[in-house]
């Protein structure tokens, strides 16, 4: 199955063209642009780049969160139209699980970690079974020093949360903390890729005007009307 999927639920962003588990191509970029800036030009560098059209895809993948409002919107409009004007079904899949995908088949729970800014972080926690990370809890917003105090054993962390907190993340867990490279930080498109391609497979694809951003925290408009 081919499939085009995107990923701009986070700062760093990327598209990947992938068919079945291989992977064609993919562009990322962590240059801090908006992601409407360059993501149309990427989809069609990469198609152009693998001698494909949108007409020769079977789909289309996306993160839809938790992550950054603007940049899920951004991927979530751009890949909707895409999939609107080609007919092909959409898979809407985890961020946090996405991320979690950078550690395979890891010996201890992965939690991972975006940084949501006000002192609060997406968490994720995982454990890898039949080769996928598969949730042991809830995907949350909360203060890192929360989610610290409930955190049992060792873990294995990673993202850019893992990144901003790591000081903390030592000071509280001491040696029970373990940490991917930043290199692993960001989530990528090819991942979620492999996660929508699991879903298609599941009849997990929805039409599209089902397909909506997972905020897990309520936006400033909305904190602000309560």
Same mark, same amino acid.
Do not use: Y
């Given at each position: 199955m081919k499939l085009l999927t995107i990923q701009t639920a986070t700062p760093a962003g990327s598209v990947a063209l992938t068919d079945g588990e &291989? +992977?064609? !191509?993919?562009? $990322?970029?962590d240059v801090r642009r908006p992601h409407g800036g360059w993501l149309? !030009? %990427? #989809?069609?560098? =990469? +198609?152009a780049a693998a001698g494909m059209a949108v007409a020769d895809l079977d *789909? $289309? @993948?996306?993160?839809? @969160? /938790? !992550?950054s409002f603007t940049g899920l919107r951004v991927g979530l409009a751009t890949v909707k139209g895409l999939a609107l004007a080609s007919g092909k079904p959409l898979a809407g899949v985890s961020t946090l699980q996405t991320l979690a995908l950078q550690a395979p088949h890891a %010996?201890? /729970?992965v939690c991972a970690l975006l940084d949501a800014r006000k002192r609060e972080v997406y968490a994720g926690h995982f454990a890898w079974e039949? *080769?996928? /990370? &598969?949730?042991?809890?809830?995907? &949350? #917003? +909360?203060p890192p020093e929360q989610l610290l105090h409930? =955190?049992? @054993?060792?873990?294995? $962390? #990673?993202g850019d949360g893992a990144v901003a907190y790591r000081t903390l993340i030592v000071r509280q867990l001491g040696s029970r903390a373990h940490f991917l490279p930043d290199v692993y930080a960001p989530p990528r498109a090819a991942h979620a890729a492999l996660l929508a391609l699991r879903a298609f497979a599941a009849g997990g694809a929805l039409p599209v005007a089902q397909v909506n951003p997972v905020y897990i925290r309520p936006s400033e408009s909305e904190m602000n009307k309560s």
């Open positions: &291989r +992977l064609l !191509g993919e562009l $990322f970029l149309l !030009g %990427a #989809v069609e560098q =990469l +198609l *789909g $289309f @993948g996306v993160t839809i @969160g /938790p !992550g %010996a201890l /729970p039949e *080769g996928l /990370p &598969r949730p042991l809890s809830p995907e &949350r #917003v +909360l409930e =955190l049992h @054993g060792p873990i294995l $962390f #990673v």
